[in-house]
């Protein structure tokens, strides 16, 4: 499949924003085309000639051409998300209809692609094409295979990326599609622990934290600012702390407790000031932080503060700071309204 000449030049037009290339330097790669091929070490920019919703194996093909590619060669695609798929389909603006649509759409092009029971049976009639992606999940299978995303735009209803080789993949063979799932979180004395959460960001997700953070910084809530990770749901789940429930689980095992500092991954926890690092890593992590109990801004410096306060005061009193933070944090959700970033 070779691409019309308004498609290579769309192509060179986005990469020039982020690089310095022609034309003749970028290699179209095409469906059918062997990744393993000796033509992809020809060039240091390649292009994917079709949308990536429509590869059978997203990943499988990211990790082959990897392979093929040195370190810091360069990778350009584009795909279709669902919000985009939406604007583009006229029936989706009929009342009825749309809702009709909208619920067969999602189960049979995103739900059975993941599903252990209905996945076969979905590329079996498909052969893979026209599966739905979110700019979540596409990004992040990118940066799981060893890429680095350098630019994202949408041009004319589609995402394009561009994204340059920095490792190996991290062949990601049980990736979490499901209502619960883990994250690698730091636990006392530095501990690698698996805290469990309902699901509110979009599968493959976690390997973009860096990439948000680079991107947009963290916003006044403390968290990662225009996170689009995050699902429909997921922030009515965050607001209420529903998506936390799955911990109690984590305090069962003896991993946390009730009350304490959050859980963080290694990234945030690099940020936070060394005089914290060391009071954090004295204490189990709990699910019901010290801001909450305090009353105070969510943002990171009132939220670091109120875990520094907590920390001191639960090494002078080791057996009643739990229950008095417990009871205050009940007062402030319950009296006071207090909700989640």
Known sequence: MVPENDYRNKILKFASKFIRVNLQEINFIS????????????????????????????NKRLEQINATLCIGNVLVGYFETYTSRRARF?????????????????????????????????????????????????????VCCGYEIIGNEK????????????????????????????????????????????????????????????KYGY???????????????????????IDELPQ???ILKGEMKLVGVRPVSQRYFQDIPEDLQKLRNRQKPGCIPPY?????????????NAERIYLIEKLKRPYTTDLRYFFKALFSIIVRQKRSA
Request: net charge positive.
């Open 292 to 304: 909450v109990a305090l009353n105070v801004s969510s943002d990171v410096e009132s939220v670091q």
């Open 155 to 214: 041009i004319e209803g589609l995402d394009y990326f561009i994204a340059k080789k920095v490792k190996e993949p991290a062949f990601d063979m049980e990736p979490s599609y499901g209502p619960v799932f883990s994250m690698n979180r730091l636990g006392y004395r530095g501990e690698i622990i698996k805290v469990y959460k309902f699901r509110t960001m979009h599968p493959y997700s976690e390997y973009l934290h860096d990439y948000i953070l680079k």
């Open 219 to 241: 916003a006044q809530s403390g968290k990662p600012a225009n996170d689009f990770r995050l699902t429909p749901w997921g922030k009515l789940f965050r607001k209420y702390w």
């Open 31 to 58: 469906v059918e085309e062997n990744a393993n091929s000796n033509i992809l070490n020809q060039a240091t920019v390649h292009c994917f000639s079709a949308l990536m919703n429509n590869e059978r194996f997203i």
């Open 90 to 142: 006229a029936r989706y603006r009929i009342p009825v209809l749309r809702l009709l649509f909208m619920a067969f759409d999602f189960v049979f092009h995103r739900a059975m692609p993941k599903m252990n029971g209905t996945k076969q049976l979905y590329f079996f009639l498909t052969k893979g094409k026209n599966r739905l992606l979110s700019k979540a999940e596409m990004l992040g299978r990118i």
């Open 248 to 250: 109690l689980f984590n």
